[in-house]
T-cell receptor
């Protein structure tokens, strides 16, 4: 079992729709959770972090965390073609300062 | 403010050679981590350095080594390059819990 699992996609949504990206993790000691966006040929860009169960909203992005189910999700409202990218889920244990474990990423395409 | 800077941006090496990649963190950030990202996969943790000391090491062979300098910049060294070392090498800078990546170094081993 991979430590962090994501559907590889591609996930295709029409412009203006809600894109829903999911991630599960196996290490129950994980305490910090992150979503990175990576455009083709570029490096990952941090877009959301979440540490407590529930929802965290930032503009068009909402991160959701359920530690009991070991599940993290990212919702993108009013999706735009510029949101087309690979979205990487990452988890971190607090005892290792920067040992982030990444999923393979979900490729999102937003069609005009 | 400058972000994380890495050099070089692209590099082509021959099998068996060694390579040194460089990273300058965001000003004020004392922690630097290195990741390897193979095409189609997520980044894999290689090393973390904080205040010039190694704080973590991923599951990579001893051919991989790193160090951090007094100005918090860092080098990643890879010896005896293999074709499988071809990847995007990412440096991440962090002050606390959040990590920010540089643009990466694309290494091709031929």
């Amino acid at each position: 079992q991979k430590e962090v699992e994501q559907n590889s996609g591609p996930l295709s949504v029409p412009e203006g729709a809600i894109a829903s990206l999911n991630c599960t993790y196996s290490d129950r000691g994980s305490q910090s959770f992150f979503w990175y966006r990576q455009y083709s040929g570029k490096s990952p860009e941090l877009i959301m972090s979440i540490y407590s169960n529930g929802d965290k909203e930032d503009g068009r992005f909402t991160a959701q965390l359920n530690k009991a189910s070991q599940y993290v999700s990212l919702l993108i409202r009013d999706s735009q073609p510029s949101d087309s990218a690979t979205y990487l889920c990452a988890v971190k244990r607090m005892d290792n300062n920067n040992d982030m474990r990444f999923g393979a990423g979900t490729r999102l395409t937003v069609k005009p | 403010d400058a972000g994380v800077t890495q050099s070089p941006t692209h590099l082509i090496k021959t099998r068996g050679q060694h390579v040194t990649l460089r990273c300058s963190p965001i000003s004020g950030h004392k922690s630097v981590s290195w990741y390897q990202q193979v095409l189609g996969q997520g980044p894999q943790f290689i090393f973390q350095y904080y205040e010039k000391e190694e704080r973590g090491r991923g599951n990579f062979p001893d051919r991989f080594s790193a160090r951090q300098f007094p100005n918090y910049s860092s080098e990643l060294n890879v010896n005896a390059l293999l074709l499988g070392d071809s990847a995007l090498y990412l440096c991440a800078s962090s002050l606390d819990i959040l990590s920010f990546f540089g643009q990466g170094t694309r290494l091709t081993v031929v």
